[in-house]
């Protein structure tokens, strides 16, 4: 890959990579939930489902899922209400900070405690960059104008997948922090009420315009 390949790609990742979607609204509430240390596990987990979809794109599957209308739809509709479920939950929350418990709470020990949401934080992080078919697509579509077929292709996705990873870690860790900074603001349970609702209202906008994305034919 050249310099001048990389430096658009570059550009490329972070203007994706900025651009609002389920993955920022992930950070951003588990950032005003969690705090920013253990959110990390959620942009563990986003890392690890944009790599499932590299995998997925570069082994040539991207291609059958754009021609096959049951296998987009299948995926499409697991993600769609996987996000319309986050934003139920999150709407139902009574308060953002929801903090690991700092004694044994029916059993359970502040260390089983921060394990279950650090399991449960990479397990959203995965689903939601994983089952975006609109992601995968525009992966499929974008990654062949910066990878030339007449050049090693292994060594060729693991600078893409590297540069996404850097940008995206960069990108996701910002609006995280920003999450993590807007808890002050959350002591009036009102306002984390109304901030809940509002977030939980632009998780389930996302699931159903991931719904109504349509196939392509």
Do not use: E
Not at 30 to 51: P, V, Y
Not at 78 to 99: C, T
Not at 150 to 174: E, H, K, N, R, Y
Not at 179 to 200: E, H, I, K, S
């Amino acid at each position: 890959m050249t310099l001048d390949t990389w430096l658009a790609f570059m550009v490329a990742a972070w203007l994706i990579c900025l651009s609002p979607g389920p993955g920022v609204l992930s950070c951003v509430t588990a950032g005003l939930q969690h705090g920013f240390r253990t959110a990390l596990w959620n942009i563990a987990g986003l890392q690890a489902g944009a790599t499932v979809t590299l995998i997925v794109v570069g082994v040539g599957l991207g291609a059958a899922l754009a021609a096959s209308p049951r296998a987009f739809t299948a995926i499409k509709w697991f993600g769609a209400g996987y996000l319309v479920w986050l934003g139920v939950q999150q709407w139902r929350s009574a308060r953002a900070p929801i903090r690991a418990p700092a004694a044994v709470i029916d059993g359970v020990s502040p260390q089983a405690a921060n394990a279950q949401v650090a399991r449960a934080l990479f397990l959203r992080g995965l689903i939601v960059n994983s089952t975006n078919p609109k992601g995968i697509l525009f992966t499929a579509s974008v990654l062949p104008q910066f990878i030339d077929p007449q050049a090693p292709q292994l060594l060729q996705f693991a600078i893409v997948w590297s540069t996404m990873l850097v940008v995206d870690v960069c990108c996701m860790s910002g609006y995280t922090a920003l999450g993590v900074q807007a808890l002050r603001w959350l002591q009036n349970p009102a306002v984390a009420r109304t901030t809940n609702r509002v977030f939980g209202a632009l998780f389930v906008v996302a699931g159903l315009g991931l719904a109504v994305f349509r196939h392509a034919r």
